[in-house]
Structure formats: structure tokens, C-alpha cells
């Protein structure tokens, strides 16, 4: 039997679509982000614990005192387990699509309840819908819409809108035809027929639609972390991909919590906005005694506003609990208890040297204290003193213009790893493009756009303030800012649909190894000649722990051993870096005493 060209089909459609209605798509995607960016900040703005309250009394207006506690304590787990922003990413993406949904799914359930043509015809689209599989829908979001939260949004709409479209549809079907015959009897004009009749005695069906559209809706998270919707997705994700079983259960029971408040209370909301509903609870309540009677009570709104603020005072109490990390065996008191604060950006070899570096410290005495920052922000607290060192600063190129401004209040302390290069690169399908002088005039074929990374990393700066302005780049490209990862998304977006695309990439790196890769020359030697990792301190660091500096000027590290100190920090899994850096050390004996040697151990 000859092969049918289905898929082929399909492509050439989506590629039509594209095509032609790209002005479409880039509209879609401007209005969902805009919806996302403003029911996030509504939910980051408050304090994790503030808003935990919030939720709770929530939870006590809509069901009674039982499950706000439940739902205080669901929320503050959450929190407890360092999962709140990739909560609040993963409902606010859930609010959206779920807005969307029902704002979609609601009137085609009612045009297919009051016209057999279109529910026919709906039918087997809803089972397509239904029944394909929820990555099949990533394709064609990424396809239309790029990586980030749109695609999420996108793939979760197709996938959650069947249920409430049947169900509305059900619900008004369902009512008496009587009731309706009675209502136009007495000259009830259609639509006035449908608000008044049909859809208040359909609303317990059409919330049950909508509860199930929200629960697909939050099924999809997990999805949607793959094209870069962040959110617990992205950390379930994360964890499959580097088969982290602590990050994944974590960021898996924080999906669990979320999904049972929303389903209880989205299934409680129905008592509130429909008279059946209404008039059920208020049986309920009636026959209640005793102590069920207590826990079925709704708080009044102004009780309800007390209970917001009395709950976010008692949950900051919370923050007091602390588990403390087991400490190291000291095995030279050198440093006599004394605090050293050490700095580092979320890079992977800035993370592995500096819990390295706390592990080496703690057993030589010290107590040692590490703490992330933003780039500018750890710079910054360095020179004022308030952060000891650092291990992963890129000189003297990348952060060349933090070099500059702090130099006078720093002390460098040496480079312990190098070279490494800093390049923009397009993939070797373009032709003609070898060097950052062969981008000038090709704008067009590069959408005028060059993908960054996180806009506070030294290279940013660095091309935006040197390497485009010199080549003649800056009136023409735009360079984006965003995040490692998006970069990498977007790459290999590109490279599948052999798309022209420039990227930001620094050697060594894995991409250049995964696709096919031009590194752009830098004639004019702006990007420099390659920069190394240095250990940088306060001003005055080396007087007061000479020791310390003394190890940290004659620090190294190959690069087998400082992927496989990365690779063993990424196994321990997320906050769990000690663990990470004791079991490579275990596999690496003798690192300690070599790298911090003392009277008496090996060297």
C-alpha cells in the first residue's frame, strides 16, 4: 500500500500558516504575555507566607475552617521546600490558560447546544484534541510562537478545552424542556431564555467543565517547562534531565498541593455562584450540629480580611525553623572559627568552586558562609565589604567593566582555570558568515536580533558596549536579553528549521559538540584574547587571612576535574551542593590537602 504523505500535509499547512499569518501569532503572543506578566506580579509581589494566608482564608470563605488549615499548611510547604517562584510561575500560567479556556470553551458549548450541525462537527475535533498526545501540541507552539511561556500556554488550551466544551454543552442540553417551552410561552425572547433559564440550571455541569479544564491546565505544566515556561514544570524538568530524584519529588508534591486547592476550590465555587448551588449549602449548614456546625462556617468578608493579616503575622513565625546543614570534620584548625563570606554567581563552575571552596575552608577550621548573587550585586558588596571572595570572575575581558569600577577595593588573587573565549555564533548552514564583520548588512536574515543571555552577565555587556558598537553592529541588530537557557532553546529551535540565527556562546561549551557551529572571527580583537577564572577578594583580605589567600593564589584545576566536580554537584541534586562536593572529594583524595596545605599534610 503506498504511503500516505500525511505528516507532510500537516507540515506544509503549518508552514502556510506561518507564512501568511505571522503578524496573527506575533499578536496572540504579545496579548498572552502581557496577560502572564501581570497576574505574575500580582502573585510574586506579596511574601511567600503573606500570600499562603491569603490562599487560606480563601480556602475558609469557600469550604469551611478544615481545609484552610490543610490549605495553610499545603502552601507553606511550598515555601518550606524553596519551590514558591516556580509555584506562583506555574499558576499564573494556569490562570491564563485557564481564562482562556473558558472564555473560548463556554460559547462554542453553547452554540453546539443549540445547533446540531455544530456539535456534530465539533465532536470529532474535541476527540482529536482530547486524545492526542500533549506533546504532539508543542510542535506546532513552538513552531508559531517560539520558546517561553506562549507555546505552554498554547499547547495547555488545546489540551483543556474539550472537557468544558462537552460540559457546557451537557449542561444545557440538560435542562427541562418545559422550563424553556414555559419560558417562550410568556414571550421570554431567546437570549433572555438562555441567561435566565438554561444557564443558571446548567451552572453545576459547566463548573464541573471548568474544573476539569483547570485540572488538564495544570497537568500541562510539566509540558510546558520543556519550551521554557518555567514554573515547577522546569524544575520537574530539570530533574529528568539530570535524573535528580530529591528536585524532582520536590518540585512533583508542589504540582500535587497546587492541584488539590485549585480542584477544591474551583469545585467549591460552584456553591457560590449557582442558586442550586447555594441553596444545597445551605441545607447543609442547616442540618450541621456540634462541631461540624464550627468547621462548615464561611467567614463574613470583613472577618475574612482579619484572618488575612492575623495569618500572615503567625506564619512569619515559620521562617524561624531552620535545618543547619551537617557541619564538616575539621581536620587542621587553622582558621580558629573564624567567618569567611564567600559570593558566586549561578554559574555551574562558579558553584562548584565556591562549595568546593566552603568545604576545603570548613575543614581547615573556618567557618564559611555561601550566598548567590546577581553579578552586580556581588561586585558591589565585595567592594563595600561585605563579601570576603569569590571564585568566578572572568578576566580580563568579560567582566572587565566591574574590574574596572572596584579594581581599587579588590584584591585578585590570580586565575585558577583558563583559557576560555567569549564569540557570537551562527549555525554552519549560513553561508558567508565567518566573521562579525560579515553580519554587517545581513540584518535581514537575522530578524535584526542577536539571542543573549542574562543581561547583567559580563559578555552582555561586553558586546553591548564594545564588540557591536566597533564592528558597526548596534544600529543594526538588537541584542536580546534573557537567560542561558532561552538561548539555548532558541539555537536549537533554529537549527531544526535550518533558520539563520546568532547566539551568544563562550568556549568551551557543549553546544558546539551538539550542533553545527560557526564561531565568528573577531578581527579586531574586541572579545580579547581569551579570559581566565579568577578568585577575587576585598581589599584587604590577604592581610587578614594570608593563609586563605596564599591557598587561593596557588589554586588550579584541570578541566577533568572541574566537569566532574560540576557533574557530581548536579547528581547530589538542587541544594544539596555540600553533599556534591564531599562525594567527588571522596572519589578525589588528597585534593584538600593539596590545595590547602598545611604543616604536616601532603602537598
Not at 33 to 38: N, W
Not at 144 to 167: H, K, L, Q
Not at 332 to 354: C, H, L, P, Q
Not at 510 to 535: C, E, M, N, R
Request: aromatic letters at 8%.
Amino acid at each position: 500500500m503506498p504511503r500516505l504523505e500525511l505528516g507532510s500535509w500537516i507540515d506544509s499547512g503549518v508552514t502556510f500558516l506561518q507564512n501568511h499569518f505571522a503578524w496573527l501569532f506575533d499578536f496572540i503572543a504579545s496579548v498572552v504575555e502581557g496577560m502572564y506578566d501581570h497576574v505574575h506580579q500580582v502573585l510574586a509581589a506579596p511574601d511567600p507566607l503573606l500570600l499562603t494566608g491569603i490562599l487560606a482564608v480563601l480556602a475558609w470563605w469557600l469550604r469551611g475552617l478544615l481545609p484552610a488549615v490543610l490549605a495553610f499548611a499545603g502552601f507553606a510547604l511550598i515555601d518550606s521546600i524553596r519551590q514558591w517562584d516556580q509555584a506562583m510561575e506555574t499558576l499564573s500560567l494556569v490562570l491564563v490558560a485557564g481564562v482562556i479556556t473558558i472564555v473560548l470553551a463556554v460559547p462554542l458549548g453553547i452554540w453546539a447546544s443549540r445547533s446540531r450541525a455544530v456539535s456534530v462537527t465539533l465532536r470529532p475535533v474535541l476527540d482529536l484534541m482530547q486524545t492526542m498526545p500533549a506533546f504532539v501540541y508543542l510542535i506546532p507552539g513552538i513552531f508559531f510562537f517560539g520558546v517561553g511561556v506562549v507555546p505552554g500556554v498554547f499547547a495547555t488550551i488545546v489540551f483543556a478545552m474539550p472537557p468544558a466544551v462537552r460540559m457546557t454543552e451537557l449542561g444545557i442540553r440538560q435542562v427541562d424542556a418545559e422550563l424553556v417551552e414555559a419560558a417562550e410561552a410568556f414571550g421570554t425572547a431567546p437570549g433572555r431564555t438562555l441567561t435566565r433559564v438554561q444557564l443558571p440550571l446548567a451552572l453545576p455541569t459547566i463548573m464541573a467543565g471548568v474544573n476539569q479544564a483547570i485540572m488538564l491546565a495544570l497537568s500541562m505544566v510539566v509540558i510546558a517547562g520543556m519550551v521554557g515556561g518555567g514554573g515547577l514544570g522546569a524544575s520537574v524538568y530539570e530533574a529528568i534531565q539530570d535524573v535528580d530524584v530529591a528536585l524532582g519529588f520536590e518540585g512533583g508534591i508542589a504540582v500535587v498541593i497546587l492541584a488539590m486547592y485549585l480542584d477544591r476550590m474551583t469545585g467549591a465555587l460552584n456553591q457560590r455562584v449557582s442558586p442550586l448551588g447555594r441553596r444545597a449549602l445551605a441545607k447543609r449548614q442547616a442540618a450541621a450540629a456540634g462541631g461540624l456546625k464550627v468547621l462548615q462556617w464561611r467567614p463574613a468578608t470583613s472577618v475574612a480580611m482579619v484572618g488575612v493579616v492575623v495569618l500572615g503575622v503567625l506564619a512569619g513565625g515559620l521562617n524561624a525553623v531552620a535545618e543547619e546543614d551537617e557541619a564538616p570534620k575539621v581536620t587542621a584548625d587553622v582558621g580558629k572559627g573564624r567567618t569567611i563570606d564567600i559570593g558566586y554567581i549561578n554559574w555551574d563552575e562558579g558553584v562548584a568552586s565556591t562549595y568546593l571552596w566552603k568545604e576545603i575552608l570548613e575543614q581547615r577550621g573556618f567557618k564559611a558562609k555561601a550566598t548567590m548573587y546577581d553579578i552586580g550585586s556581588l561586585y558591589t558588596g565585595m567592594a563595600r565589604g561585605d563579601i570576603d571572595l569569590q571564585t568566578d570572575s572572568w578576566l580580563p575581558v568579560t567582566h572587565e567593566s566591574y574590574w574596572k569600577r572596584y579594581r581599587d577595593k579588590l584584591e585578585d588573587l590570580g586565575s585558577w582555570y583558563g583559557p576560555t573565549t567569549l564569540e557570537v555564533a551562527v549555525p554552519s548552514y549560513v553561508k558567508g558568515v565567518t566573521s562579525l564583520e560579515d553580519l554587517k548588512g545581513r540584518s535581514g536574515d537575522f530578524k535584526g536580533r542577536i539571542i543573549g543571555i542574562e543581561p547583567g552577565a559580563g559578555e552582555m555587556k561586553l558586546l553591548r558596549d564594545k564588540v557591536l558598537p566597533e564592528y558597526g553592529l548596534d544600529s543594526e541588530y538588537k541584542l536580546l536579553k534573557g537567560s542561558t537557557a532561552g538561548m539555548l532553546a532558541q539555537l536549537k529551535r533554529s537549527v531544526a528549521k535550518k533558520e539563520p540565527v546568532a547566539v551568544t556562546l563562550w568556549s568551551p561549551h557543549w553546544a558546539y559538540a551538539k550542533y553545527p557551529l560557526t564561531k565568528l572571527k573577531d578581527p579586531k580583537g574586541v572579545f580579547g584574547s581569551g579570559d581566565g577564572i579568577h578568585a577575587l577578594a576585598r581589599s584587604g583580605f590577604a592581610d587578614r587571612e594570608p593563609q586563605v589567600a596564599k591557598w587561593l593564589k596557588d589554586f588550579k584545576l584541570s578541566e577533568k576535574q572541574l566537569t566532574s566536580l560540576e557533574s557530581a554537584i548536579q547528581d547530589a541534586g538542587k541544594d544539596n551542593q555540600e553533599e556534591g562536593v564531599r562525594a567527588w572529594l571522596k572519589e578525589n583524595p588528597g585534593v584538600v590537602d593539596k590545595l590547602a596545605p598545611v604543616s604536616g599534610s601532603a602537598k
